[in-house]
């Protein structure tokens, strides 16, 4: 059997089933999106995005994942700089630590939060101790984005941890042998090189976050929704899936140019990138 | 010495924030009553009740049957997909790697919905996907992990695996024995890495499951979402825990087996 024959052989499965299951439902959606009731096809579905209710749905969305996606910039940085610098070579622990709440149920974990947050919930008891005044967020947009990112934050930790490991110390001892002082090597070294790793984080915070249905659902008490929850409900509530395929297919296209964008910024070695 | 003090109370903080949803399920498991406030006791019904509530245990073993039989697939699939993609030539290998892409970046919602429509038209056709089941599910599942194992499995194969293959050709073994005895040994922790990302991820999925289950069928996560309105049963709490801690022994084991084997 030539080799070439064999090759497609072994790679027959996959290619049946990414035909069968990613490009085949992609295509329906495309389907359905242009097309009414009668199958004839409207831009109408599409265009609806662009309505003010859909796009308030779109636009919130798009705050509250951005929001925190840059809140968990800003928490992950100094977490993935104390474990690079740590020389236990304890790698793995790393991994583990953020990967184990992910073995228990999601939504429970976001669920729980509210426990905490609640008018008489556990933080409000211990600031009622402490004498100090009590929060208000159940059902706001900040529980939303607690919610984003407590449940998005490792996604963040470690890809940023990833390109900081791959900084040598040789390069940080470099900068600081001709002069750099160790906010300059912060600002001229590490933060640059780290750059494909965030991008790969924001990616992987942003997209997820943006198009949630379950914490806006329970952090937001049914009284937000976002895009996630819109499509949701065309597809699961009203039926309407011409409707509801359209407005995929939009937020589908925003994704993919969203990436193409940051694209451009990651590793040229990127099968390296995973977590 | 205070820089220390900083790092350790920033560190304390995020692990805290990362756990203390954790430490509440874990309150909540062993609280007499079904407030998920207050505290009313400590008791352990929760825990006597969870196998005797027919909807636990039904979505217990779908997510667990689900979870590994469709890691135990996709391995399979995606490990013969990422020998098959490294050996292509790179125009074909960069379509492979796009669409490998699209489930990993797109949102879960679409893949979910697309899925969905999917199945439904298919099932005009083929009677097999007629009603959305736990079939689908498992389907939906194989789908968005396949691409995790080839992530993990092709930057193993990159390495010296190809050499290796081609000597152990030159030496007689078959292509089989030679894939069997040296490319697969070499590749294997890429192969069980993701394996347990595959066994993650399905796990934790809600979304797409919630469009693709059939009537009747639930996992964990689509139990609790279905529960969020007039709130919890507590056993889905003593059911977490015990879970929690199962996996956590296992990588304790597991951690603590490797590192004894790697005294360097």
């Known amino acids: ?275 | 010495m205070l820089r220390k003090i900083l790092k350790n109370t920033y560190l304390s903080l995020i692990l805290l924030f990362t756990y203390v949803p954790i430490l509440v399920m874990v309150v909540l498991s062993f609280n007499a009553s079904k407030s998920r406030v207050n505290f009313t006791g400590f008791s352990l019904k929760w825990y006597q009740q969870m196998f005797s509530d027919r909807n636990i245990v039904s979505a217990l073993q779908n997510t667990i049957a689900i979870a590994l039989l469709s890691s135990i697939i996709a391995v399979i699939i995606g490990t013969m997909a990422a020998v098959a993609i490294s050996n292509m030539s790179r125009r074909k290998r960069t379509i492979y790697m796009s669409i490998t892409n699209i489930p990993m970046l797109n949102a879960d919602v679409a893949t979910g919905i697309s899925l969905m429509l999917c199945f439904i038209i298919l099932g005009k056709a083929i009677p097999f996907f007629s009603t959305l089941s736990f079939w689908t599910v498992l389907i939906t599942h194989i789908t968005f992990n396949i691409p995790y194992v080839i992530l993990s499995v092709l930057p193993k194969l990159r390495g010296a695996s190809q050499l290796e293959y081609q000597a152990a050709r030159d030496l007689g073994a078959t292509s089989s024995q030679a894939f069997f005895k040296v490319v697969l040994p070499e590749i294997m922790p890429g192969v069980v890495s993701g394996f347990m990302l595959a066994v993650t991820m399905s796990l934790d999925d809600f979304i797409i499951t919630h469009f693709t289950r059939g009537a009747g069928i639930n996992t964990i996560s689509t139990l609790v979402y279905a529960q969020v309105k007039r709130g919890l049963n507590p056993s889905l709490y003593a059911l977490s825990t015990l879970m929690f801690v199962i996996v956590l022994i296992i990588l304790l084991v597991t951690n603590f087996v490797s590192n004894r084997d790697e005294v360097d």
């Open chain 1, 1 to 275: 059997m030539n080799s070439k024959l064999r090759n497609k052989l072994v790679a027959a499965p996959y290619s049946i089933w990414m035909t069968g299951f990613i490009i085949i439902p992609l295509i329906f959606v495309v389907y359905y999106g242009l097309t009414n009731d009668a199958n004839a096809f409207t831009l109408d579905n599409v265009i609806s995005f662009f309505n003010p209710i859909h796009l308030k749905s779109f636009m919130q969305a798009f705050k509250l994942a951005f929001i925190s996606t840059l809140i968990c910039i800003v928490l992950a940085f100094p977490i993935a700089l104390i474990f690079r610098n740590s020389k236990t070579k304890k790698s793995s622990f790393v991994v583990y630590v953020f990967i184990l709440p992910m073995w228990m149920n999601g939504l429970l974990r976001i669920y729980a939060w509210l426990t905490l947050i609640e008018k008489k919930g556990v933080i409000n008891l211990l600031l009622t101790a402490l004498g100090l005044p009590n929060i208000n967020i159940v059902n706001t947009e900040t529980a939303i984005i607690l919610g984003m990112v407590y449940d998005f934050l490792p996604f963040m930790i470690l890809p940023l941890y990833n390109a900081l490991m791959k900084i040598k110390d040789d390069t940080l001892n470099g900068a600081r042998d001709l002069g750099a002082n160790e906010l300059q090597v912060f600002t001229r070294v590490i933060f640059p090189l780290s750059i494909p790793g965030m991008v790969s984080g924001i990616t992987m915070v942003f997209i997820p976050a943006l198009t949630t249905v379950a914490i806006s659902y329970m952090l937001g008490g049914g009284l937000f929704l976002l895009i996630g929850n819109v499509i949701e409900q065309e597809f699961l509530t009203t039926a309407n899936w011409h409707l509801g395929s359209g407005l995929s297919l939009v937020l589908i296209i925003f994704i993919f140019i969203v990436m193409g964008i940051t694209n451009k910024f990651t590793d040229k070695d990127e099968e390296n990138n995973l977590i």
